[in-house]
């Protein structure tokens, strides 16, 4: 009795062990990670038009919103106004704007900012190692919302209307 | 289940054909033949011993080898098939569109692609079912291991020296004889088989002569060595263990390096070298007059960064490591990565100079240069000229609802707005330059004329790093020297007894090479006196029987 209870606890072990490789060796993906809802968003640090220096984490304790952006984008192009056109009313309710150019030139940047009349706080990702590695954004524009806690609550892939970025940002708003 | 007591008083493991001391038959099967199958030494497989539970009865499926060759056949055919029409990973389709890998297969190859593509065969390799029927494999090969060489193991080490002459008769190699003084043959025997390398035990009148049990082991090494390498291949899913991926950068470009975090690159000169003419020599030479010309080295000269610790991605805080020139074969090597020249780009623009021009009188009011990937906001070109630049489209694209757009960052196919400040109109003129295109609001009277375009290549590098190498180079050699040992050492057993009447029986078994077996034995005829024997299995010796029966 006792040799056939040590059996099964042998064989109940190794067989365990070996699903459990099997289970790993199907989940575990050499693709680079996606960032998804619910993940903790990577802090950065990059440099806005003026030069200074702007964490994520200085906004810890605020709802961000977090565009990606390019200026030969047109649905970027679309969207920036109506950032622009209710940012302001959010800084005051504890949600601010971060928008991340994806590493084009500052000349390029500055025009476009003047020409749209931007006045948040437009970064620009000069060597695209946080866009592309550290938040693997592909498709333009990414917006990511991301609450006070810095935990992304939505990530949204394509051009938004001036009702979904309202609706969006009131939803990370710190109570 | 119950355990087989034998007759010698042993109590055998249920399932055993052979009793693991003495050797005698335990199943009818076993007592009616006339030669024992000693595979296993005629030890009771785990596999056939209960099945009882769930767990006993998943391990007694992977213990079979039926089912294990079924699974290398499953492995095998799969494989094959996924080398019929490319694998996803040389498809040439941009993005992650499950839609356009159809459209590829299905254009390409037709229905036959399209079943490809809808069967999964085209991501083969990265498919779960794939993986499972390796990991079903792999857990064949350890269970059925562990079911056959534990029992062997137990029954080459409790095996008696003094056999069953039922255990003995039922041998390949098989002799019963008379004989005068058989001690003595025996003691003689004895000696003679010390000097064949033989272990030799004697024990009640009995001899056992072992040799070579060490080439038992041979396949169970193997599986071990194939475990280890499997190990490897599963260890490549451990984040840090392996990395290959791939990077464009252009010259004067600094781009974080993909699979390295922290690690940053830049491209300072991309550059092709061709044999010349010269240094080619006679022969050479002419391959170089018929082909062109041929290269002699794709260079990349680049710098590594590493970003600061505790710096955040981004953050332009960074320490130059070292420079490096990468050409092919010869990588970039840093912290267990290497970074390989893979492939190039060359002739995109990098710079546009233009020339000032008063229209009519064709004076020069000087040169400007524009980077395109950093252009500047005005030019000043002295003698109270300057240039302003308003819009830059990398890669203009025509008028968009009234507007010139650029499709992409990328400067494929530059324009430009100036505005054009001289001493003759210091509020300026203003002019849309594209290339090959000069729209202008009113006619000006001066122009920024195309003089000439610097252009800039770009290396396509692969980033490799890859720490299971060292246990797929150990799973390799262990799965050799399992080969060599299997292969190499014959286990070679002789026995040799009194048996009743002044009797003497001998039996010998291997497990491969029966030729050099029966060469021992007769070696050791020549000096003792032994019972002559048959090898049941040797067909001309069964077919010189009959003929001498034929003739007498």
Same mark, same amino acid.
């Given at each position: 009795m006792d040799k056939k209870k040590k059996r099964l606890y042998i064989r109940g072990a190794i067989l365990l062990i070996l699903a459990a490789a099997i289970v790993f060796a199907l989940t575990s993906k050499k693709e680079t990670k996606v960032l998804a809802v619910g993940d903790k968003a990577p802090n950065f640090e990059l440099q806005d038009m003026d030069g200074k220096k702007v964490k994520l984490s200085d906004y810890e304790g605020q709802g961000v919103l977090l565009n990606f952006w390019g200026t030969w984008c047109p649905p970027c192009k679309k969207e920036m106004p109506y950032i622009e056109k209710h940012f302001k009313e959010f800084t005051n309710k504890g949600v601010q704007v971060l928008s991340v150019n994806i590493g084009e030139s500052h000349f390029k940047v500055d025009t476009f900012i003047k020409q749209y009349g931007l006045t948040f706080p437009v970064l620009i990702d000069k060597n695209k190692s946080v866009s592309r590695n550290s938040y693997n954004v592909v498709p333009l524009p990414t917006t990511m919302l991301i609450d006070k806690n810095g935990v992304i609550q939505e990530i949204v892939t394509r051009e938004l209307s001036e009702a979904e970025i309202v609706s969006l940002m009131e939803s990370i708003q710190p109570e | 289940m119950s355990k087989i007591k034998c007759q010698c008083g042993h109590e055998n493991p249920f399932g055993t054909v052979l009793c693991e001391k003495c050797g005698r038959p335990q199943t009818d099967e076993a007592q009616k033949s006339e030669m024992v199958d000693m595979r296993y030494e005629g030890s009771a497989r785990r596999s056939q011993t209960y099945k009882k539970s769930i767990i006993d009865k998943i391990w007694?499926?992977?213990? %079979?080898?039926?089912?294990?060759?079924?699974?290398?056949? =499953?492995?095998?055919?799969?494989?094959?098939?996924?080398?019929?029409?490319?694998?996803?990973?040389?498809?040439?389709? #941009?993005?992650?569109?499950? #839609?356009?890998?159809?459209?590829?297969?299905?254009?390409?190859?037709?229905?036959?692609?399209?079943?490809?593509?809808?069967?999964?065969?085209?991501?083969?390799?990265?498919? !779960? !079912?794939?993986?499972?029927?390796?990991?079903?494999?792999?857990? %064949?090969?350890?269970?059925?291991? $562990?079911?056959?060489?534990?029992?062997?193991?137990?029954?080459?080490?409790?095996?008696?020296? /003094?056999?069953?002459?039922?255990?003995?008769?039922?041998?390949?190699?098989?002799?019963?004889?008379?004989?005068?003084?058989?001690?003595?043959?025996?003691?003689? =025997?004895?000696?003679?088989?010390?000097? $064949?390398?033989?272990?030799?035990?004697?024990?009640?009148?009995?001899?056992?002569?072992?040799?070579?049990?060490?080439?038992?082991?041979?396949?169970?090494?193997?599986?071990?060595? *194939?475990?280890?390498?499997? $190990?490897?291949?599963?260890?490549?899913?451990?984040?840090?263990?392996?990395?290959?991926?791939?990077?464009?950068?252009?010259?004067?470009?600094?781009?974080?390096?993909?699979?390295?975090?922290?690690? *940053?690159?830049?491209? @300072?000169?991309?550059?092709?070298?061709?044999?010349?003419?010269?240094?080619?020599? /006679?022969?050479?030479?002419?391959?170089?007059?018929?082909?062109?010309?041929?290269?002699?080295?794709?260079?990349?000269?680049?710098? *590594?960064?590493?970003? /600061?610790?505790? %710096?955040?991605?981004?953050?332009?805080?960074?320490?130059?490591?070292?420079?490096?020139?990468?050409? @092919?074969?010869?990588?970039?090597?840093?912290?267990?990565?290497?970074?390989?020249?893979?492939?190039?780009?060359?002739?995109?623009?990098?710079?546009?100079?233009?020339?000032?021009?008063?229209? /009519?009188?064709?004076?020069?009011?000087?040169?400007?240069?524009?980077?395109?990937?950093?252009?500047?906001?005005?030019?000043?070109?002295?003698?109270?000229?300057?240039?302003? $630049?308003?819009?830059?489209?990398?890669?203009?694209?025509?008028?968009?609802?009234?507007?010139?757009?650029?499709?992409?960052?990328?400067?494929?196919?530059?324009?430009?707005?100036?505005?054009?400040?001289?001493?003759?109109?210091?509020?300026?003129?203003?002019?849309?330059?594209?290339?090959?295109?000069?729209?202008?609001?009113?006619?000006?009277?001066?122009?920024?004329?195309?003089?000439?375009?610097?252009?800039?290549? =770009?290396?396509?590098?692969?980033?490799?790093?890859?720490?299971t190498l060292y246990i797929l180079l150990l799973g390799g050699i262990v799965f050799m020297i399992g080969v060599i040992q299997g292969s190499y050492w014959q286990h070679r057993r002789i026995w040799i007894q009194k048996g009743t009447n002044s009797e003497m029986l001998i039996a010998a078994h291997t497990n491969k090479n029966w030729f050099t077996l029966k060469k021992d034995i007769d070696t050791v005829k020549e000096v003792a006196a032994l019972p002559a024997y048959t090898d049941k299995q040797d067909k001309d010796a069964v077919t010189d029987t009959v003929m001498e029966g034929d003739t007498n």
């Amino acid at each position: 009795m006792d040799k056939k209870k040590k059996r099964l606890y042998i064989r109940g072990a190794i067989l365990l062990i070996l699903a459990a490789a099997i289970v790993f060796a199907l989940t575990s993906k050499k693709e680079t990670k996606v960032l998804a809802v619910g993940d903790k968003a990577p802090n950065f640090e990059l440099q806005d038009m003026d030069g200074k220096k702007v964490k994520l984490s200085d906004y810890e304790g605020q709802g961000v919103l977090l565009n990606f952006w390019g200026t030969w984008c047109p649905p970027c192009k679309k969207e920036m106004p109506y950032i622009e056109k209710h940012f302001k009313e959010f800084t005051n309710k504890g949600v601010q704007v971060l928008s991340v150019n994806i590493g084009e030139s500052h000349f390029k940047v500055d025009t476009f900012i003047k020409q749209y009349g931007l006045t948040f706080p437009v970064l620009i990702d000069k060597n695209k190692s946080v866009s592309r590695n550290s938040y693997n954004v592909v498709p333009l524009p990414t917006t990511m919302l991301i609450d006070k806690n810095g935990v992304i609550q939505e990530i949204v892939t394509r051009e938004l209307s001036e009702a979904e970025i309202v609706s969006l940002m009131e939803s990370i708003q710190p109570e | 289940m119950s355990k087989i007591k034998c007759q010698c008083g042993h109590e055998n493991p249920f399932g055993t054909v052979l009793c693991e001391k003495c050797g005698r038959p335990q199943t009818d099967e076993a007592q009616k033949s006339e030669m024992v199958d000693m595979r296993y030494e005629g030890s009771a497989r785990r596999s056939q011993t209960y099945k009882k539970s769930i767990i006993d009865k998943i391990w007694n499926f992977f213990s %079979s080898v039926k089912i294990g060759v079924s699974i290398i056949i =499953a492995v095998l055919s799969t494989s094959a098939i996924g080398t019929i029409f490319p694998q996803k990973f040389y498809v040439p389709v #941009s993005g992650n569109d499950p #839609s356009e890998y159809l459209a590829y297969y299905e254009r390409l190859y037709g229905t036959a692609g399209k079943l490809y593509y809808q069967l999964g065969f085209y991501d083969m390799y990265d498919s !779960w !079912w794939f993986k499972i029927l390796i990991g079903m494999l792999g857990t %064949s090969i350890i269970i059925a291991s $562990l079911d056959r060489v534990i029992p062997l193991y137990k029954s080459l080490k409790k095996q008696r020296t /003094k056999r069953h002459p039922s255990f003995m008769k039922r041998q390949r190699v098989f002799g019963q004889d008379h004989i005068e003084d058989a001690d003595e043959s025996l003691e003689k =025997a004895e000696k003679a088989l010390k000097d $064949l390398h033989y272990n030799v035990k004697v024990e009640d009148g009995a001899i056992l002569a072992e040799k070579n049990r060490f080439g038992r082991w041979g396949p169970y090494v193997n599986h071990a060595g *194939l475990i280890i390498f499997l $190990l490897g291949v599963l260890m490549r899913g451990i984040p840090g263990f392996y990395v290959d991926e791939t990077m464009w950068i252009r010259e004067g470009e600094t781009r974080e390096i993909p699979g390295a975090p922290g690690y *940053l690159l830049e491209n @300072v000169d991309f550059s092709v070298e061709t044999y010349s003419k010269d240094e080619a020599g /006679k022969v050479f030479g002419e391959a170089i007059e018929k082909n062109g010309s041929i290269v002699k080295e794709f260079k990349s000269d680049v710098k *590594l960064y590493k970003e /600061k610790e505790g %710096s955040l991605p981004g953050s332009s805080d960074v320490e130059f490591v070292k420079e490096y020139p990468i050409i @092919v074969n010869k990588p970039l090597k840093f912290d267990g990565y290497s970074i390989f020249q893979m492939d190039y780009q060359t002739d995109e623009l990098k710079s546009m100079t233009f020339n000032l021009v008063n229209k /009519k009188t064709e004076e020069s009011f000087g040169e400007f240069t524009i980077d395109l990937n950093d252009p500047a906001d005005s030019y000043d070109l002295g003698n109270g000229s300057s240039i302003e $630049l308003m819009e830059y489209y990398a890669d203009y694209d025509g008028i968009v609802d009234g507007e010139p757009t650029s499709k992409s960052p990328i400067p494929n196919n530059p324009a430009f707005i100036f505005n054009m400040k001289t001493p003759d109109h210091p509020e300026g003129e203003k002019s849309f330059v594209a290339i090959r295109q000069t729209l202008e609001v009113e006619p000006n009277d001066y122009e920024a004329k195309f003089q000439s375009a610097e252009t800039r290549d =770009a290396s396509g590098l692969t980033i490799r790093k890859d720490k299971t190498l060292y246990i797929l180079l150990l799973g390799g050699i262990v799965f050799m020297i399992g080969v060599i040992q299997g292969s190499y050492w014959q286990h070679r057993r002789i026995w040799i007894q009194k048996g009743t009447n002044s009797e003497m029986l001998i039996a010998a078994h291997t497990n491969k090479n029966w030729f050099t077996l029966k060469k021992d034995i007769d070696t050791v005829k020549e000096v003792a006196a032994l019972p002559a024997y048959t090898d049941k299995q040797d067909k001309d010796a069964v077919t010189d029987t009959v003929m001498e029966g034929d003739t007498n």
